[in-house]
C-alpha cells in the first residue's frame, strides 16, 4: 500500500512563528503535493514538486515555500504564520505522468 | 476562476436509495476526472476515476458518467449505504502535463441516513 505520512496531525502556532510541515512518501513517487484545505473552497493547491530541487507554485502560493531535497520528503514552510493560514493541510504524491494521487492524513494547524 | 464546480454543498439521501453527486467544469482541455471521498480528519482516498474517450466507468456500487458536451460528470452510488457519509470531491486533469496536476472542485457532504 502507498504510504503518505505527515509529521504531525494538530499543530498549534503563534503569529509570526516559522512553521514546519513535512510530508513523507515510501513509494518513490516522483510528484509532491502540498493543498490547504478550507470549508467550501474544497482542496486548493499550493506548491508541487515533480523531482528533486524542482518546485513549482500552485494556486495560491502566497505566504508558503517548499522544499524538497530528498525524493521521499516534500515539505511546507510558512515563513511568518499568519491567522488567515489557520487550515487543513494535505499533502500528496503519484508517480509522474499518472493522476491519481495519494494523500496524507492531513495536518490541522491553528495560528493564534 | 474555478474550473471544477461542484454547486450542490451537500446531499442526504436515505439508505439503499440512489446517490447521485454532480460535477460541472469548464476547460475543454481536461481528459482525465477522478472522484475521491474524505472521512472527517482523514486525508481524501481515489474512489474512481475516467477517461475521456469514456462516458461511463464503473466499479461495483459506484457508476462514474461523463458528458464531454456538456462537460459534466456524475457519481452514481447504488445501492447508499451509511458508510458512504463523506465529502466527495470531483478533480481533473489535463494529460498533456506529466506533473499530474489535479484541479479540484469544493466538494459535496453526503449523509446517508439508516
Known amino acids: 500500500d502507498v504510504k503518505v505520512t505527515q509529521s504531525s496531525r494538530y499543530l498549534v502556532k503563534r503569529t509570526g512563528e516559522k512553521v514546519f510541515l513535512e510530508c513523507v512518501q515510501d513509494?518513490?513517487?516522483?510528484?509532491m503535493f502540498w493543498y490547504r484545505q478550507d470549508p467550501g473552497l474544497g482542496l486548493r493547491l499550493i506548491y508541487f514538486s515533480y523531482d528533486v530541487k524542482m518546485k513549482e507554485k500552485g494556486d495560491i502560493p502566497e505566504g508558503y515555500s517548499v522544499s524538497r531535497e530528498k525524493k521521499e520528503r516534500f515539505s511546507l514552510i510558512l515563513e511568518s504564520a499568519s491567522t488567515n493560514q489557520t487550515s487543513m493541510y494535505l499533502c500528496a504524491s503519484s508517480w509522474g505522468g499518472l493522476n491519481i494521487q495519494y494523500f496524507g492524513a492531513g495536518t490541522r494547524l491553528s495560528v493564534l | 476562476d474555478q474550473q471544477v464546480k461542484q454547486n450542490s454543498p451537500s446531499l442526504s439521501v436515505q439508505e439503499g436509495r440512489i446517490s447521485i453527486l454532480n460535477c460541472d467544469y469548464t476547460n475543454s482541455m481536461f481528459d482525465y476526472f477522478l472522484w475521491y471521498k474524505k472521512y472527517p480528519a482523514e486525508g481524501p482516498t481515489f474512489l474512481i476515476s475516467?477517461?475521456?474517450?469514456?462516458d461511463k466507468n464503473e466499479d461495483g456500487r459506484f457508476t462514474v458518467f461523463l458528458n464531454k458536451s456538456a462537460k459534466h460528470l456524475s457519481l452514481h452510488i447504488v445501492p447508499s449505504q451509511p458508510g458512504d457519509s463523506a465529502v466527495y470531491f470531483c478533480a481533473a486533469s489535463a494529460g498533456s502535463s506529466n506533473t499530474g496536476k489535479l484541479i479540484f472542485g469544493q466538494g459535496t457532504t453526503l449523509q446517508v441516513k439508516p
Open positions: 513509494m518513490d513517487h516522483e510528484n
Open positions: 475516467i477517461s475521456s474517450i469514456k
